[in-house]
């Protein structure tokens, strides 16, 4: 069974930064693609950011790039997503999934395991 956990959430000022976790069990990752996606309410899920296990290629949204990184840890099995300049619009439910089915994508469609996510928001 595949667990993704999300942490790291938690309500910072505009401009700060945080810094998620998605700790992975169940299986190794060298095969699949795993990203972050985001829900804010009355939203469609959108993408922010993936990345290919075996190559380190990463990809992201347009609104995020220059802001966040995301990052593997392959000891730990764990992904991160290092979020700086955060912005009132940056506030969501961010969700760590794993698209471990090819082609690999970027829309959260595609994905077929999930966490259950954690609360980013970003107020004064």
């Known amino acids: 069974q595949v667990q993704l956990v999300e942490s790291g959430g938690g309500l910072v000022q505009p401009g700060g930064s945080l810094r998620l976790s998605c700790a992975a069990s169940g299986r190794t990752f060298s095969g699949s693609r795993i990203g972050w996606f985001r829900q804010a309410p009355g939203k469609e899920r959108e993408f922010v950011a993936a990345?290919?296990?075996?190559?380190?290629?990463?990809y992201y949204a347009d609104s995020v790039k220059g802001r966040f990184t995301i990052s593997r840890d392959n000891a730990k099995n764990t992904l991160y997503l290092q979020m700086n300049s955060l912005k009132p619009e940056d506030t969501a439910v961010y969700y760590c999934?794993?698209?471990?089915?090819?082609?690999?994508?970027?829309?959260?469609?595609?994905?077929?395991?999930w966490g259950q996510g954690t609360q980013v928001t970003v107020s004064s």
């Open positions: 990345l290919t296990w075996s190559t380190s290629a990463t």
């Open positions: 999934a794993a698209d471990t089915r090819l082609p690999w994508g970027l829309t959260h469609k595609e994905y077929n395991y």
